[in-house]
C-alpha cells in the first residue's frame, strides 16, 4: 500500500494507512505480519507505509483491510494498493469500499 498526495503545494498525503489481512467472517488472519517502508509520498504524520508480503493459510475468501489509523491528526487521504501475486496469478475483486460491520 503506498500513499497518494493529498496536498498539492506541499506534496504530502494525509492518512496515516493501516493494512490488515481478513478471513471470509471479517477476522484478522493469525501470524500476518505488517512491515513498514518508505511512502512514495510523505505523509503529514511522517509514518511509514505498510507492506504486507503473504502466503494464504488455506483455500478461501480473504479480504484486505486498509484503514486510517485514528490515534493522531491523519486520519484519511488518499492511496493506492497494490497486489502482487505469485507467476502474476490474477485476483478476483469481489468488493471494494465495503463496511465489513462488527
Not at 53 to 63: N, W
Amino acid at each position: 500500500m503506498n500513499t497518494r498526495d493529498d496536498d498539492v503545494p506541499t506534496t504530502t498525503a494525509a492518512i496515516h494507512p493501516t493494512l490488515t489481512l481478513l478471513d471470509a467472517s471479517n477476522t484478522p488472519v493469525a501470524d500476518t505480519n505488517v512491515r513498514s517502508f518508505s511512502c512514495a509520498v510523505p505523509t503529514a504524520c511522517g509514518v511509514s507505509c505498510p507492506l504486507l508480503k503473504r502466503t494464504l493459510p488455506y483455500e478461501g475468501t480473504f479480504r484486505l483491510a486498509v484503514g486510517a489509523f485514528a490515534g493522531d491528526a491523519c486520519a484519511g487521504g488518499n492511496y493506492k494498493l497494490t497486489l502482487i501475486t505469485p507467476g502474476g496469478v490474477p485476483l478476483a475483486k469481489i468488493a471494494d469500499d465495503v463496511d465489513p460491520g462488527p
